[in-house]
């Protein structure tokens, strides 16, 4: 449980990174060209999606996800946005914290990503698209900022 809980933390450490990087906040939220997500509605959508598939899920944390406010929110303030993957981290840690090597042949309780699908299944499956996301931040990055 412990790699699968350092992939995850050391990619929103990541993620953290690239959001500090923009030289320009208001980058952070601008669009251009074919891209539609702006690297803010990424960053809220990756802490959405690992709050609500972690934190709820398997944590029972009591977290309701609000997705289309992931992608509608706008103008977040970097410091904001740093303090919500931070969150994302520390639910992580403690979710991870809770199980046992085990967990990873375990069903997963919802059928979002197929019938019976393990627990291990959904840590590659989200860690995927983690890593995916913060990718296309980085490259956001480089071009607009």
């Known amino acids: 449980m412990q790699t699968f809980k350092k992939l995850y933390v050391?990619?929103?450490i990541a993620?953290?990174?690239e959001i500090s990087l923009y030289k320009h906040e208001e980058n952070i939220w601008k669009l251009e060209g074919d891209i539609s997500n702006t690297p803010g509605n990424l960053c809220?959508?990756?802490c959405g999606n690992l709050k609500h598939f972690y934190g709820a899920i398997i944590g029972t944390t009591g977290y309701v996800r609000e997705r289309d406010l992931e992608f509608s929110r706008k103008n977040v303030s970097r410091d904001d946005l740093i303090k919500e993957?931070?969150?994302t981290i520390a639910?992580?840690?403690n979710v991870f914290d809770g199980m046992t090597p085990e967990d990873v042949g375990k069903?997963?309780?919802i059928s979002k990503f197929g019938e019976n699908v393990t627990y291990g299944f959904i840590f590659s499956r989200l860690i995927s698209?983690?890593?995916y996301h913060i990718g296309?931040?980085?490259y956001h990055r480089r071009i607009i900022d």
Do not use: G
């Open 44 to 46: 809220l959508h990756l």
């Open 91 to 93: 639910m992580i840690e």
């Open 129 to 131: 698209h983690l890593s």
């Open 10 to 12: 050391d990619f929103l």
């Open 136 to 138: 296309q931040i980085n």
């Open 15 to 17: 993620l953290k990174k």
């Open 85 to 87: 993957v931070d969150e």
């Open 107 to 109: 069903i997963y309780p």
